[in-house]
């Protein structure tokens, strides 16, 4: 047994003084105070003194302490470094997160700042369709660009729009993870100057598919087509196309939201893609769709749904437009398309300001100089833009002729 001081008793432990204290092969005792005593284990590791604690010595004993001290001191004489093999000890110990669990701890972080459920779905289906399979079972430290490429190689010529948007959250995942201290190191799935030297650029990959749209000249037929079909899903289509709104701002509207009197919608910042608050100024047409709805109306509360659901309380589905068109046998068009028919019209056959016709859309603007001037939301020349549409909605020109509306100034 390595050599023991013969200064330290149990009765001493209890009632020595503010100090510090020897009790042989390394092991000290440090008085701060009556209730502050601890164990502290001393050594030397490349010429330089260490200080090692082994806990509180109201708790620990002495002759417990002393077993420990002397197995301490007996590593150090084999060249061990009793703290570095604590710490590895301890890193190892460390929880082991895979990518699914670093994924699914990343959703509950990040979805009270997301519109709504449905973008939080996005990112769920989209990472456990592609990534999972590869990734999911995988400790999060250990997935490297291999791994990466497994996942990205087989979807980006076929669905680049689709391997693109998974790289990013990909990225978004393992960054959350090294900000956890999950991971170190670069971030595999980043872009900028790593996987851009390994696929190509997705705009050279494949063109963005847009929504198929219909042709503008052909929307007063079409609309006098939906005016004989039945359903709420044939109103609200209507009100959508009216409005140029997206479909799950149009079938999500509340009556809270309207403005009968003012002819004004006004959609909330959270159901806007832009997270902003946003005005529609309603035609006469689309009043006449509002007052439609209104007669069938059998919630009396404010935030019922405008255009509701088969459940009490809830909207219609975005399947209930889709399952119209298919009845219209127009499986080829989609109600998002819509906005392009409208904004095809705005800029071929009006000559409404390009910058009228984005707000009409709710487009943000992207150059920054534009937008620092962009302070109104233009709400009275976008009022005479959307009645002109309303209008031209409701014409069928014979024999095809093209009528034009030209804006007032």
Same mark, same amino acid.
């Given at each position: 047994?390595?050599?023991? @001081?013969?200064?330290?008793?149990?009765?001493?432990?209890?009632?020595?003084?503010? &100090?510090?204290?020897?009790?042989?092969?390394?092991?000290?005792?440090?008085?701060?105070?009556?209730?502050?005593?601890?164990?502290?284990?001393?050594?030397?590791? $490349?010429?330089?003194?260490?200080?090692?604690?082994?806990?509180?010595?109201?708790?620990?004993?002495?002759?417990?302490?002393?077993?420990?001290?002397?197995?301490?001191?007996? #590593?150090?004489?084999? %060249?061990?470094?009793?703290?570095?093999?604590? $710490?590895?000890?301890?890193?190892?110990?460390?929880?082991?997160?895979?990518?699914?669990?670093?994924?699914?701890?990343?959703?509950? @972080?990040?979805?009270?700042?997301? /519109? +709504?459920?449905?973008?939080?779905?996005?990112?769920? +289906?989209?990472?456990?369709?592609?990534?999972?399979?590869?990734?999911?079972?995988?400790?999060?430290?250990?997935?490297?660009?291999?791994?990466?490429?497994?996942?990205?190689?087989?979807?980006?010529?076929?669905?680049?729009?689709?391997?693109?948007?998974? /790289?990013? /959250?990909?990225?978004?995942?393992?960054?959350? @993870?090294?900000?956890?201290?999950?991971?170190? &190191?670069?971030?595999?799935?980043?872009?900028?100057?790593?996987?851009?030297?390994?696929?190509?650029?997705? %705009?050279?990959?494949?063109?963005?598919?847009?929504?198929?749209?219909?042709?503008?000249?052909?929307?007063?037929?079409?609309?006098?087509?939906?005016?004989?079909?039945?359903?709420?899903?044939?109103?609200? *289509?209507?009100?959508?196309?009216?409005?140029?709104?997206?479909? %799950?701002?149009?079938?999500?509207?509340?009556?809270?939201?309207?403005?009968?009197? %003012?002819?004004?919608?006004?959609?909330?910042?959270?159901?806007? #893609?832009?997270? /902003?608050?946003?005005?529609?100024?309603?035609?006469?047409?689309? =009043? $006449?769709?509002?007052?439609?709805?209104?007669?069938?109306?059998?919630?009396?509360?404010?935030?019922?749904?405008?255009?509701?659901? &088969?459940?009490?309380?809830?909207?219609?589905?975005? *399947?209930?437009?889709?399952?119209? =068109?298919?009845?219209?046998?127009?499986?080829?068009?989609?109600?998002?398309?819509? !906005?392009?028919?409208?904004?095809?019209?705005?800029?071929?056959?009006? +000559?409404?300001?390009?910058?009228?016709?984005?707000?009409?859309?709710?487009?943000?603007?992207?150059?920054?100089?534009?937008?620092?001037?962009?302070?109104? $939301?233009? =709400?009275?020349?976008?009022? !005479?833009?959307?009645?002109?549409?309303?209008?031209?909605?409701?014409?069928?020109?014979?024999?095809?002729?093209?009528?034009?509306?030209?804006?007032?100034?």
């Amino acid at each position: 047994m390595p050599r023991r @001081a013969a200064g330290l008793t149990a009765a001493k432990v209890r009632t020595a003084k503010p &100090g510090r204290y020897g009790d042989g092969s390394g092991l000290y005792l440090l008085v701060r105070s009556a209730e502050a005593r601890f164990w502290v284990f001393r050594y030397t590791q $490349d010429g330089r003194m260490r200080e090692m604690g082994l806990g509180s010595a109201l708790t620990f004993s002495l002759a417990e302490t002393r077993v420990k001290a002397a197995e301490l001191h007996r #590593k150090v004489k084999l %060249g061990i470094d009793p703290l570095a093999e604590r $710490d590895a000890a301890a890193a190892s110990a460390r929880t082991v997160m895979t990518f699914d669990e670093v994924a699914q701890a990343y959703l509950a @972080a990040h979805e009270a700042g997301w /519109r +709504n459920a449905k973008h939080r779905q996005q990112w769920a +289906n989209t990472l456990s369709t592609y990534a999972t399979p590869v990734l999911g079972a995988l400790p999060v430290d250990s997935i490297d660009t291999g791994a990466i490429m497994r996942v990205l190689e087989p979807v980006w010529r076929q669905k680049t729009e689709t391997a693109s948007r998974l /790289r990013g /959250r990909i990225e978004s995942v393992l960054d959350f @993870a090294t900000a956890r201290e999950w991971r170190t &190191g670069d971030n595999p799935a980043r872009w900028r100057g790593h996987l851009d030297s390994l696929l190509p650029a997705p %705009g050279k990959v494949a063109r963005v598919e847009h929504h198929p749209a219909l042709p503008w000249r052909e929307i007063g037929a079409f609309m006098a087509l939906l005016r004989d079909q039945d359903g709420v899903a044939a109103i609200a *289509m209507r009100f959508l196309i009216l409005t140029a709104a997206r479909t %799950g701002e149009a079938i999500g509207a509340s009556w809270a939201e309207i403005d009968l009197s %003012g002819a004004v919608w006004t959609i909330p910042g959270r159901r806007m #893609k832009a997270g /902003r608050e946003h005005r529609v100024p309603l035609s006469d047409a689309a =009043l $006449d769709v509002l007052r439609l709805t209104a007669r069938l109306r059998s919630d009396p509360s404010p935030d019922a749904p405008v255009f509701p659901g &088969g459940k009490p309380g809830k909207p219609l589905s975005t *399947m209930a437009l889709l399952m119209l =068109l298919r009845r219209m046998e127009r499986g080829d068009l989609t109600a998002h398309g819509f !906005r392009s028919t409208f904004r095809d019209w705005c800029g071929e056959s009006t +000559n409404h300001p390009r910058e009228v016709a984005e707000g009409a859309l709710a487009h943000s603007i992207k150059d920054k100089a534009e937008a620092a001037y962009a302070r109104s $939301d233009l =709400l009275d020349k976008r009022r !005479r833009l959307m009645s002109d549409w309303g209008t031209f909605c409701g014409r069928t020109a014979p024999g095809g002729e093209v009528i034009a509306l030209r804006a007032t100034t």
